[in-house]
């Protein structure tokens, strides 16, 4: 009978001839088995899960199940690095046991069907933990050597801390596979003890052998070395001198100490050994460190108000808000100096390339301060941010603890870039990491694991940025203050470019001789017609492009002109990429302008209607979310409400279907702004008449008709005026965000604020 409660699964499969990997172990192996690395080859990724299935008999190169273990173990993939001549070097981290079912190896790739074996609860009884604990106790005194790859720690259950000493105990595979094979934990840790009676027997007779062999072993050698203090020479100095460096680098007692036990114990490894390696790159870590460097901070707000105006154009709320937030710092500093930056930390929100990043570097620069970044987009292992413990092959410190190295001070300045965009999974939340780091009562101390002792980063000021302000995780969110930037409007990404980018891309192509000038129509000319976005990096893009068609002309056109006009930009930039406009079009029944937002800027969305031969059914297509399909679903009910006053048959569905499209189908489209839209758009594609093609709307329907205020209006405006629209639709509710528009928008906008559908309806229908 089978179980109903039993997970099998089938998985790619790699049998492996001399190692058994536990549940909890990490471990790197090269592959290079035909079968093995086609099975990677079948597109396995870092972040996959294989089973690793140890041979009995490590001579088979095509193992049949027979010759296979009946317990293995399910793996993560953690790295995969292709070698030369199709070998792979795989790191792989055992996640659980798992029971071999049937073992399918198809020729050219090996799977498994697999029952994966939990974890039993682990026995309450103590006088198992103690007959463990002494056992592994009396093992790491044989091999002071693992006292370092074997961290246990002591929450870690019975269980997994039995397999975690088996991963490291020396022994052969089938001593190994034999605690593997146990899934209870009272047999496991039986067979372990036993393993480790062995171990401490052949020590035992290892000592008497070593006693007569003492040049042979290196290990007794050096101890010899030192017990006679006959170290080399060289050796003997280097040491020396590094305690003489470690004692003056200021680290702190705790560091200190840590550091001065790490050379002890380096002096007792061969030099060339892979131990000392580790141990002197740690050394070399804690060295390297700004334990007591700091950068003089000169905290002069005329002097920071002067960089920021010369390195950006415009932005002036934002210039003026983050200079009350300097003037904020500087009181707190001048009442208690070197004392911990308190208060809230500055979130610069906004779409791409509006210069959030540009403007911490100017805020480093007006406080003289090193400018690191560090980039959080995609970070999902808390790792990143704190270090891997020196336990793990090839572990290094996290990021934040690398660029203070790279900075060389206790005090630059770090951004942490788009914080609103860092994942979680099962390796951690680096966002909880991140509120450790960034929150003064716990920063002073800040732990990285590699390290691991405290490092104080009260003196770093932090900035950061994001994209989207609500997918930025809530504890964070309430430590920030926030600062938004919207995107630029046409003059400004003019005047942007005019003093800004020209310049500083006429300086990057060595170009500032030869009299270049951009007229003002071709720069707008470039923004309308060669790029599509809420900052200016396209733009920026665009000009080097132009600079480097014009270097090539100066050296080979004579005369050479320098001035770029809108009329020459087809030949320099290749035809106009963006001048297709929704605006510009006849006017269509069913089609409809709507605003959208999106976490780069604002966006015009065009929605299409039609009316096809069916019955009652409403198709949706264009990759529509749950609300926005809900609000079709809306739109449609409402219209049907009033069939009557729109003059339509009171059946008018029953031989009819309606599709409804959203262009653009690649682009997820979701929220409820787009309720008024939806119904213009099944409005006018019922009774035939056209919607005026130059007005755009924005707007969420209720059932009643009422219209109801939207968010990120502001952007939406923004884009619509950028793509030449001049009449828009809003919720009247919206009305107190229209003062945020730049007057240059206002002044050129006639919008329309309604309160219920009956008012879009008129506004929208193209008068016949
Ligand atoms: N107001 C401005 N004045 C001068 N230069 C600007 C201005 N805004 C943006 N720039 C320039 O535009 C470029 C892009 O800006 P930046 O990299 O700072 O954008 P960002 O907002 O950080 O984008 P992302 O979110 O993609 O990191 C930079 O070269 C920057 O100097």
Excluded at 43 to 55: N, P
Excluded at 443 to 461: A, K
Excluded at 485 to 495: D, P, Q
Excluded at 541 to 547: G, H, K, P, T, Y
Aim: aromatic share 4%; with cysteine.
């Amino acid at each position: 009978m089978t179980n109903p409660l039993r997970k099998t699964i089938t998985l790619p499969a790699i049998p492996i001839r001399d190692m058994v990997l536990f549940p909890g172990a990490r471990v790197p192996f090269m592959v290079g088995r035909r079968a093995s690395v086609k099975t990677l080859e079948l597109g396995i990724k870092v972040g996959d899960h294989l089973l690793l299935l140890t041979q009995r008999n490590p001579k088979e190169d095509q193992p049949k199940q027979e010759s296979i273990h009946a317990v293995g173990t399910l793996a993560l993939v953690e790295s995969l690095i292709p070698l030369p001549r199709d070998y792979y070097k795989v790191g792989v981290k055992g996640v659980a046991r798992v029971r071999l079912e049937r073992y399918l190896d198809e020729g050219d790739v090996v799977q498994a069907e697999v029952e994966i074996l939990a974890e039993p609860a682990a026995p309450g009884e103590s006088a198992l933990q103690e007959a463990f604990g002494s056992a592994v106790e009396g093992f790491l005194q044989r091999n002071p050597e693992l006292a370092r790859t074997l961290s246990l720690d002591p929450s870690l259950p019975l269980g997994q801390a039995v397999d975690a000493v088996a991963a490291v105990m020396p022994g052969d595979v089938r001593e190994k596979q034999a605690v593997l094979d146990q899934l209870e934990i009272e047999p496991r840790l039986h067979t372990l003890l036993k393993l480790l009676e062995a171990d401490a027997a052949s020590h035992q007779a290892e000592g008497r052998e070593d006693a007569q062999n003492l040049e042979k072993d290196h290990k007794a050698f050096v101890l010899g070395e030192k017990m006679r203090g006959v170290l080399p020479e060289g050796r003997k100095d280097e040491l020396a001198q590094l305690r003489e460096r470690i004692l003056k680098a200021g680290m702190g007692e705790e560091a200190e100490g840590k550091a001065l036990e790490e050379v002890d114990r380096l002096e007792g490894m061969p030099p060339q050994s892979a131990e000392a390696t580790v141990s002197r790159t740690y050394i070399d870590w804690l060295l390297a460190l700004p334990w007591t460097k700091l950068a003089e901070d000169h905290l002069d707000l005329e002097e920071a108000e002067r960089i920021l105006d010369e390195d950006h154009a415009g932005l002036e709320k934002v210039k003026a808000r983050i200079l009350e937030y300097l003037a904020v710092m500087r009181r707190l500093r001048d009442q208690a100096a070197g004392a911990p930056l308190r208060g809230p930390i500055l979130c610069l929100v906004g779409p791409p390339g509006v210069g959030k990043t540009s403007l911490a570097r100017s805020i480093a620069r007006a406080l003289n301060r090193p400018f690191l970044r560090f980039s959080l987009g995609g970070v999902r292992d808390e790792a990143e941010i704190r270090g891997h413990r020196r336990t793990y092959i090839g572990s290094m410190p996290g990021r934040i603890i690398s660029l203070l190295k790279k900075g060389g001070v206790r005090n630059p300045l770090m951004l942490l870039d788009e914080i609103d965009k860092m994942g979680s999974d099962w390796r951690g939340d680096p966002s909880s990491a991140l509120l450790e780091v960034l929150d003064p009562e716990q920063n002073q101390t800040f732990q990285d694991h590699y390290l691991d002792v405290g490092f104080d980063l009260s003196q770093v000021l932090f900035l950061t940025t994001a994209n989207v302000r609500h997918q930025i995780p809530q504890p964070l969110d309430d430590r920030l203050e926030v600062i938004e930037l919207s995107s630029y409007t046409l003059g400004e990404k003019r005047a942007i470019a005019q003093a800004h980018l020209v310049p500083k891309a006429l300086d990057r192509h060595g170009m500032t001789g030869l009299g270049i000038v951009f007229e003002d129509r071709a720069l707008e000319w470039i923004i309308q017609a060669y790029t599509k976005e809420a900052g200016v990096r396209q733009l920026e893009r665009e000009i080097s492009a132009v600079l480097r068609k014009l270097a090539r002309l100066s050296l080979q056109a004579d005369p050479f002109d320098p001035v770029v006009t809108a009329e020459r930009l087809p030949r320099l930039l290749g035809p106009e990429r963006f001048l297709e406009s929704p605006l510009g079009g006849q006017p269509a029944p069913g089609v409809v302008n709507g605003l959208a937002w999106t976490p780069t800027g604002g966006d015009l969305l065009t929605i299409e209607a039609a009316r096809l031969p069916g019955k009652g059914v409403l198709k949706l297509t264009g990759k529509l979310g749950e609300v926005m399909q809900e609000s079709a679903n809306l739109a449609l009910s409402f219209v049907r409400m009033r069939a009557d006053s729109l003059g339509l048959a009171p059946d008018f569905l029953e031989k009819t279907d309606l599709h409804v499209h959203l262009p653009e189908g690649a682009i997820p489209k979701d929220g409820p702004s787009a309720g008024i839209t939806l119904a213009m758009a099944l409005i006018s594609a019922l009774t035939g008449t056209p919607v005026r093609a130059d007005v755009a709307m924005t707007g969420e329907l209720t059932l009643r008709g009422m219209v109801l205020p939207i968010g990120g209006l502001k952007e939406k405006l923004l884009a619509a005026h950028r793509m030449g629209c001049r009449t828009v639709i809003i919720p009247a509710d919206n009305a107190r965000h229209l003062e945020e528009l730049p007057e240059e928008v206002r002044r050129d906008l006639t919008v329309h604020l309604v309160k219920t559908m009956d008012e879009v309806i008129p506004l929208a229908l193209v008068r016949t």
